[in-house]
């Protein structure tokens, strides 16, 4: 059985436990690839999200207030990042089908605050990569939901979209 847990300090942003054995994503760890968080702390990072997704752990974070973040997937069986892009305003991030689809909840100035859903391929190791956006409809675009894992991919044939669950 595997978990993730958010710890978010310096030697931990998330933990994971794996049948009882402990693998760490740090801080140092993301700041090798994300060069927005050089010269900062743990403490900067203002939202991190993760997701099991089989032996993967999908996450994003990001900073100033979402203008800056990160989408990336650590593999449990080899304790390492395999997939990291660009992931501003990032709120959660789904595997399926090889694909790694990110719904992001963009809000800021002169901008109406929206929901934006895009996808790449896994294995994807490029902080200036531009990831497929899908174009959603108005009302996916504009259901917020109260938590982020409250957001589910559906697909409508090949086309996939967002649906917010119902908070139990």
């Known amino acids: 059985m595997i978990s993730a847990r958010i710890t978010h300090n310096r030697t931990s942003l998330i933990e994971i436990t794996i049948d009882g054995r402990r693998q760490n994503i740090t801080f140092d760890t993301l700041a090798a690839v994300w060069g927005d ?3 900062k ?11 099991i997704c089989g032996g993967l752990v999908a996450c994003c974070a990001d900073i100033c207030s979402g203008q800056s973040g990160i989408v990336f ?6 304790g390492e990042l395999v997939h990291y892009i660009e992931g501003n305003f990032a709120v959660r991030v ?8 990110t ?14 859903l895009d996808c790449c391929e896994l294995g994807i190791k490029d902080m200036s990569h531009i990831p497929e956006r899908f174009e959603l ?7 917020f939901a109260k938590d982020p894992s409250l957001y589910e991919l559906v697909f409508s044939g090949d086309k996939p979209g967002i649906n ?3 908070e139990q």
């Open 37 to 39: 968080i050089a010269g």
């Open 94 to 101: 789904i595997i399926e089908d090889g694909k790694v689809y």
């Open 164 to 166: 917010v669950r119902k």
């Open 137 to 143: 409809d108005k009302k996916q675009a504009h259901t």
């Open 41 to 51: 702390d743990a403490v900067d990072i203002e939202y991190i999200g993760a997701d």
């Open 103 to 116: 719904i992001r909840e963009v809000s800021m100035w002169g901008c109406e605050p929206h929901i934006e």
């Open 73 to 78: 997937v650590w593999d449990t069986e080899n």
